[in-house]
């Protein structure tokens, strides 16, 4: 049983262009978040996504940044336009859906970008 | 906010010896957990304590709660070099999912 998969692990982007991040939950998973970490920081939570829906956004920037986990596929993580101070780690996590969802969460490795 | 904030920032030890980090946070919580990061890596989940219990063990670690002063402390008895790692509490879960974690603690184990 594979673990949370996240690609790419390292992305370049240079400023105004766009970033895409994917996520493979684990099997059997339908809850996704998305995490964003800055050096030295914990994590910040940015969205929270179940299958064809987003549940709640509130850590995420209301501009240039948006979610998505579809019905097929993974949950894609883009920012438009980026910035240098989108420049992080940003980490995927997956739950499964019985039981307490929220109670132990499973992260992918994360994927780095870096803004030029 | 539940942030939990990890002291010491940093901690250096020997193998063998135990390490102790601790955790404060602000609200009401549900439950508390730890989760381990190697570098450059995603977090991996250690334990959970619920806002009832006081204390939970699991393997070398010792977890122990007090809602009282809203604190949680992580003990790793007779350490070794591969636990070093950065250690983060997080608070949350129940109805609140968005789990909030502090910035860690960084323990280095020397061989």
């Known amino acids: 049983n594979a673990g949370v998969m996240q690609n790419p692990r390292h992305l370049v982007r240079r400023r105004g262009q766009e970033a895409r991040l994917r996520c493979s939950p684990m099997k059997g998973h339908s809850h996704v978040y998305w995490y964003r970490q800055l050096p030295e920081e914990g994590l910040k939570f940015m969205v929270y996504?179940?299958?064809?829906?987003?549940?709640?956004e509130s850590g995420m920037p209301k501009e240039r940044f948006s979610a998505e986990f579809p019905k097929e596929g993974p949950s894609i993580l883009r920012i438009q336009q980026v910035v240098r101070g989108d420049s992080a780690a940003y980490f995927c996590a997956s739950s499964p859906a019985k039981d307490n969802p929220f109670e132990k969460l499973f992260f992918g490795s994360g994927t780095q970008l870096s803004v030029l | 906010s539940q942030q939990g904030e990890e002291d010491p920032q940093a901690l250096s030890i020997q193998e063998g010896e135990n390490a102790t980090m601790n955790c404060s946070y602000k609200t009401s919580i549900n439950n508390l957990q730890w989760y381990r990061q190697n570098s450059g890596r995603g977090l991996v989940h250690l334990i959970l304590?619920?806002?009832?219990?006081r204390e939970k063990h699991s393997g070398r670690l010792r977890v122990t709660l007090d809602t009282s002063k809203k604190s949680s402390s992580l003990l790793i008895t007779a350490s070794r070099a591969a636990d070093t790692a950065s250690y983060f509490c997080a608070t949350g879960g129940g109805s609140n999912y968005k789990l909030t974690f502090g910035k860690g603690t960084l323990l280095t184990v020397n061989p």
């Open positions: 304590i619920r806002s009832n219990e």
């Open positions: 996504l179940q299958k064809e829906n987003i549940i709640d």
